[in-house]
């Protein structure tokens, strides 16, 4: 993996040398630390920022930057997973080595996936989670998230969450943060920077939202060289691309070799494509531009020129000292490709890092896994399997074939009674009807209410699990992949976040994280 990696991880020496050896001109880092003390100040983050501020200032510091797009009311738990990474990653990465290392956490707020970022799922003792969405026609076509800014209809939302959030004496201090961060008139990168970015900030990272028209001019640069590269660098990619498939590994990102890794945000975000020689063409709305026409355009507002996901870490690189970068499993994998654009821009890769992963588990949801002798990665399978297992371990008699084969048994002991008594004493025959219509009777009764009471024990075993199933597996996914911090911050306070930073195991593990009553 060395060719489509050339930087390891797992080598803090080698990762901070070859950082340190990448040009970082004082006057940019004097930029960019501008910028990230503007966004602070914006965001309402400087009172957590600040001696971070003032190590990203040393002249040797480096970085280690993750980024996520900014989901509604803070993503889904990954989101916190991967800063929380990237935060762990540069202190060891400081500790082994003496070099001043400050994590980045990157806003990716120039992506336009809207369907992405507008839904957020609170546990709410239902079987899967409650969504709760921001309405899609709300926010203007084809734009990026930067450029959506919340309408009223975001507090009915926070209502739906305050409804849905856990009572304890953490809650109310949540939804103030909740209620000022997601606010009519804030934007969409900007309440996220406010509420998820602050938690990052408290922990030591540089919030960075990357649609800041004055950090896009500091990387014009990066802009000016793909525009001039003319496609060559999207033909590097499809190379890599092959060449991964040739070594028996997926090419993530797929690649024509005639379009820029940029976009161009007029009316709405639109895909360059190189239409001919000096030329390139918009691809929504088909508008043709000279090369001279579309450096104008975006060097007069920077603001209208965003990185593709290819382009994105150079961008990243140019207007930061970065060792490492954080991703999740899809990041690591079309980072092979990446690596691959660098060597046009004359610059040298970081290393990769892949994210921890976790899986909180409650603990009512420990006490279902404990009853029906489960363990936790059981509930990633086909849940009905499951369920059959578990009712079988608990109510192992057949209850209805077992009161039909005894009842006639029943019948025929009546039967040699009623023979017997007769056979003394004609007289006693209503007698020994009326003994076995009781105890017919009787054994019917019986047999109505254990049903009664193994068809409720049935419902609520399967509804546990049901419900256990949607806390650890929520609609068959991972939990990190869709659910809220939300619930977990309301029900157990500043000590959960502790407990996430103790219990997130070593980069590209994935661990449980048992949540046993208050951790605040």
């Not at 079987?127 to 919340?150: C, H, I, Q």
């Not at 382009?311 to 999740?328: K, N, S």
């Amino acid at each position: 993996m060395r060719e489509f990696y050339p930087s390891d991880f797992r080598d803090p020496a080698g990762i901070a040398a070859r950082a340190s050896a990448r040009g970082y001109p004082a006057k940019r880092r004097a930029e960019v630390a501008g910028v990230l003390r503007k966004q602070a100040a914006r965001f309402d983050l400087m009172d957590v920022s600040g001696e971070s501020l003032a190590r990203f200032e040393r002249p040797n510091s480096i970085a280690v930057v993750a980024g996520q797009q900014p989901g509604l009311f803070g993503g889904p738990l990954y989101t916190l997973y991967k800063a929380l990474t990237a935060i762990a990653f540069a202190r060891d990465l400081e500790r082994a080595t003496g070099v001043p290392a400050v994590p980045i956490f990157w806003i990716a707020s120039d992506d336009h996936d809207f369907e992405e970022v507008r839904r957020a799922f609170l546990n709410d003792g239902t079987p899967e989670p409650t969504a709760l969405e921001y309405p899609a026609d709300l926010a203007p076509r084809g734009v990026s998230v930067s450029r959506v800014t919340f309408g009223p209809a975001v507090e009915a939302i926070v209502r739906a969450a305050e409804s849905l959030l856990p009572v304890s004496e953490y809650r109310e201090d949540l939804l103030a943060q909740l209620r000022d961060a997601y606010a009519p008139g804030r934007g969409w990168s900007e309440a996220f920077a406010r509420f998820l970015g602050r938690i990052a900030a408290t922990e030591g990272a540089l919030v960075f939202d990357a649609s800041d028209e004055e950090a896009k001019e500091i990387a014009m640069p990066v802009f000016e060289r793909e525009i001039a590269l003319r496609g060559k660098s999207s033909e590097a990619a499809k190379e890599r691309g092959e060449a991964l498939s040739g070594s028996g590994y997926h090419a993530q990102i797929a690649r024509s070799g005639n379009e820029l890794n940029l976009f161009y945000h007029g009316r709405e975000r639109e895909a360059v494509r190189v239409a001919g020689p000096g030329s390139f063409r918009l691809a929504t709305s088909n508008q043709e531009l000279t090369e001279s026409k579309l450096l104008a355009l975006i060097r007069n507002h920077p603001a209208d020129v965003s990185p593709g996901v290819l382009l994105r870490p150079l961008m990243q690189d140019h207007l930061f000292p970065t060792a490492a970068y954080v991703g999740g499993p899809a990041e690591v994998a079309y980072w092979g490709q990446v690596n691959a654009l660098y060597p046009l821009f004359e610059m040298e890769p970081p290393a990769v890092v892949p994210r921890c992963g976790a899986t909180l588990l409650e603990a009512k949801v420990s006490k279902v896994l404990e009853r029906f002798r489960l363990e936790w990665p059981d509930l990633s399978g086909d849940v009905e399997v499951v369920i059959g297992k578990a009712l079988r371990a608990l109510l192992p008699e057949d209850f209805p074939t077992l009161f039909e084969r005894e009842r006639g048994t029943i019948d025929d002991a009546f039967g040699r009674i009623e023979a017997a008594v007769l056979g003394f004493d004609p007289s006693l025959k209503s007698a020994v009807e009326t003994s076995a219509n009781k105890t017919k009777h009787e054994s019917e009764v019986l047999e109505k209410k254990l049903m009664q009471v193994w068809k409720r024990r049935q419902e609520e075993s399967v509804l546990q699990i049901r419900r256990a199933r949607g806390h650890l597996f929520p609609h068959g996914g991972l939990q990190e992949r869709s659910v809220s911090l939300l619930g977990y911050a309301a029900r157990y306070g500043p000590g959960f976040l502790g407990r996430l930073r103790g219990s997130l195991g070593a980069p590209g593990s994935h661990v449980l994280v048992p949540l046993g009553g208050d951790t605040g």
